[in-house]
């Protein structure tokens, strides 16, 4: 169960993050969900692939690290990768807005997950406050992130929704069979369809050029080439156990 | 070539009809004139698994049917106390075909197998699924797409506005509001044009009279008989109310709800935001008041709502019959001024797809193909009508009911069609099968009636099994139901969840 608690310099004076990347931290995850701000740094990594949340059947993007539950082909001694998703780097913290008397904007607050692992209690780790209770740079990228996410979740929607109404969004099929005969199928996943993007009228392709649509689809199909690498990653470790 | 369609009437019958000829053919012109004078009848609130692909086809998102016609999820109907009227009577009609994935004799399979399990739960999942409340599908499914096989329960009022404007919107028909006052013929005996009262003559190739039970033009202006259905189906009244639930997150049932009572019986439908109750009985057996009361009782017991003596009640009229001729010279009638039967199986909308459906497929047209249309159309319309009264007239035949006259008489040989004297007979030695019913799109397929059939214990004699029969086959695919159940009843939500998260969060088109 996590503990959530509104983060502040006074009880949370010596609190330190484990900001590296390892199992025990919950870093063993297969995927992670992803905004249009990271495509450009996300797309050159891992495969991009759309998903229906399934609380809401709204798509979402996400970033594929895995084929099975808890899987991370990247998490090695570090996480392999030069860029990491803005959900997995913020752990534990979380986005809140406080609605203050006598101001008409709500202002934002950082929550913290004081049952997350990532909580240091051998001193190691990244402190989040200063000594003299200023903030860490640490602590402002976390918040700077928070932000970034908080405002993805809007243009996510509007990518997705955008995406759809063009017509560019196809179930896919993965069917892989690796070299240990491991097979690996599912078509729970959606990508661009590449000949509907390159049937699309000038006008069409003009606004999604405008908007910055056009790049995020060509992103997301290059990434799928990643795909290949993610399945080496895998049959390495196969050839190790 | 017929380039012009002229709908008279803006009931369900007449928008649905609209809706599939202007979706599918773009060529034709369809004008529908609606009268402001005339109420539609508002009930017919069930449907069959056929409405996803007609909403589809007309070109309606199922997110905004679902918001806007108060609908909710109907998995088929359950029947309780049609047999012998005791507390633990009940059966049901799921949507879901039995499946065993390959051919094999899955009556024989559940009489070897499993003979004390209702034979519904035995070859189809869908009748554990419904008593439990839940939908047939998620909210990552995409629209019209089930895990289960279902229709809806809708609000016919919401249904005809939303249809009345996505057919002007989106499909080019024109409406004309006005009140037909004559039917000019041309020599030949076709009509040439409806006369109205503000907004003169309304010419057309191809004239459907979707004027309900008036049936304006099949029946007043051609004067094509009814034949008369009421020996095999006596129910001639409806008392009708709309109930309200008695929660804010109310359990919305998944099946109609068709109960059993003294001289007739109840349907009990849950949509999004409120039930349709209505009392369908003969006035032979009951009188009005004593009627009233039987359906008052009935929602004291449902509990759901506490001034159950203050829900207003509608009472309607009704007579079985269907039109000797559906189709005449340049006129055709659907809905229900090509005949009417008790909605104990939800028939009519679903007739009323089947007849716009066989329109568009016969089109393109001309007058002279015409005359070879309509022949056809009146054959296979008189025999699915002959196969509604059938199917609808077993649910009572095998009812061990004594406790009034209407039940016993309810099963009197004179009041049994032969046809379906003739089924009853085969059946005594073998399961129902699609050899018994042979027309491309059947109104109701052989599983339909082994669902009854033996939802109502009918006893075969005893037979000899045969090597197809593929027993084994069979006891596997039942096991497989009875796991589908488990596995099923922890990813579907409850039908009022799902109703919810559509209203926030729409369902996607893929």
């Known amino acids: 169960m996590p503990r959530i608690e509104l983060l502040n310099n006074i009880n949370h004076k010596n609190l330190r993050i ?16 992803i905004y249009p701000f990271e495509f450009s740094a996300v797309h050159k990594e891992y495969p991009i692939l759309f998903q229906k949340d399934e609380n809401t059947g709204e798509f979402q993007a996400i970033a594929f690290f895995g084929f099975e539950e808890n899987e991370n082909l990247f998490l090695g001694d570090d996480w392999e990768a030069n860029y990491i998703p803005a959900v997995i780097r913020r752990e534990p913290f979380f986005i809140g807005f406080q609605q203050e008397s006598g101001s008409s904007e709500p202002t934002m607050v950082v929550h913290v997950d004081m049952n997350s692992p990532r909580i240091s209690t051998d001193g190691t780790g990244q402190p989040v406050f200063l000594d ?11 918040r700077e992130t928070l932000v970034h996410m908080h405002n993805g979740i809007a243009s996510s929607k509007q990518m997705m929704a955008q995406f759809l109404d063009l017509d560019l969004i196809e179930r896919v099929t993965l069917d892989i069979t690796f070299r240990n005969e491991a097979k690996f199928k599912t078509d729970m996943f959606y990508t661009i369809n590449k000949e509907k993007l390159f049937g699309l009228n000038e006008s069409a392709v003009a606004a999604m050029h405008k908007s910055g649509l056009l790049q995020l689809a060509y992103m997301a199909i290059d990434s799928l080439s990643n795909i290949k690498t993610l399945i080496k990653r895998k049959e390495a470790r196969l050839s190790r156990s | ?35 402001p004078e005339v109420s539609t009848i508002g009930v017919g609130e069930g449907t069959w698994p056929t409405m996803r692909n007609t909403l589809n086809k007309i070109g309606i998102s199922e997110t905004e049917f679902i918001r806007d016609c108060s609908a909710s999820f109907k998995q088929g109907s359950k029947f309780i106390g049609w047999t012998t009227g005791r507390g633990d009577d009940v059966y049901h009609h799921p949507f879901t075909l039995p499946s065993s994935g390959t051919e094999c004799n899955l009556v024989a399979a559940w009489r070897n197998y ?8 035995a070859v189809s999942f869908q009748s554990r699924i419904s008593d439990l409340g839940l939908a047939p599908k998620n909210i990552a499914m995409a ?10 329960h809708l609000d016919a009022d919401r249904l005809g506005v939303l249809l009345s404007d996505h057919c002007q919107r989106k499909l080019g028909v024109t409406v004309i509001r006005d009140h037909v006052t004559q039917v000019n013929s041309a020599e030949n005996g076709d009509v040439e044009s409806l006369m109205t009262k503000n907004s003169g003559i309304v010419q057309g190739d191809l004239f459907i009279d979707c004027s309900g039970g008036r049936s304006l033009l099949i029946g007043q202006h051609y004067g094509i008989k009814l034949i008369d259905q009421s ?44 039930r349709g109750v209505g009392y369908v009985y003969s006035s032979a057996y009951i009188d009005d008041e004593a009627a009233e009361n039987e359906l008052r009782e009935y929602l004291k017991k449902g509990a759901s709502h506490s001034n159950v003596d203050e829900i207003e009640l509608r009472q309607l009229r009704i007579a079985a019959g269907y039109r000797e001729k559906m189709w005449v010279n340049n006129c055709v009638a659907i809905g229900m001024s090509a005949g009417f039967i008790e909605p104990l199986e939800a028939s009519a909308l679903a007739l009323v797809e089947l007849s716009a459906k066989m329109i568009t497929n016969e089109m393109p047209m001309t007058r002279k193909t015409m005359e070879i249309v309509a022949q056809r159309f009146n054959r296979t319309f008189r025999y699915r009508w002959e196969k509604v009264v059938e199917f609808l ?25 032969d046809g379906l004297n003739d089924l009853l007979e085969l059946w005594r030695y073998r399961a129902p099968s699609s050899y018994d019913f042979q027309s491309v799109e059947e109104v109701f397929p052989s599983a339909s009636y082994q669902y009854v059939l033996y939802g109502m214990g009918f006893r075969a004699n005893e037979t000899f099994g045969k090597k197809s029969d593929r027993v084994e086959v069979g006891i596997e695919a039942i096991k497989r139901n009875f796991e589908l159940v488990g596995k099923f009843s922890e990813r579907l939500p409850k039908n009022f969840d799902l109703i919810e998260k559509i209203r926030v969060h729409g369902l996607q088109k893929i």
């Open chain 1, 18 to 33: 484990n900001t590296a990347k390892k199992k025990e931290f919950g870093d063993s995850v297969a995927g992670a969900v």
């Open chain 2, 114 to 121: 499993c003979p004390n399990v209702p034979f519904s739960e």
């Open chain 2, 143 to 152: 629209e019209y797409a089930g895990a289960l096989n279902y229709g809806y």
């Open chain 2, 231 to 274: 020996k095999y189906s006596v129910n001639d009244r409806v008392l009708a109310a709309r109930v309200p639930y008695g929660s804010e997150r109310p359990d919305i049932a998944s099946m109609t709800m068709a109960t059993a009572m003294s001289a007739g019986w109840i349907w009990d439908i849950g949509l999004s935001t409120r």
């Open chain 2, 1 to 35: 070539m017929i380039k012009k369609i002229v709908i008279l009437g803006g009931g369900s019958a007449g928008w649905l009809t609209a809706g599939l000829i202007a979706a599918e053919c773009q060529a034709v012109e369809v004008v529908l004139v609606e009268s």
């Open chain 1, 132 to 142: 003299n209770g200023g903030n860490t740079d640490y602590l402002n990228e976390v």
């Open chain 2, 393 to 417: 007239k077993l649910h009572y035949v095998l009812s061990s009911r004594s406790d009034t006259q209407y039940w016993i008489d309810a099963r009197s040989p004179e009041s049994i069609p």
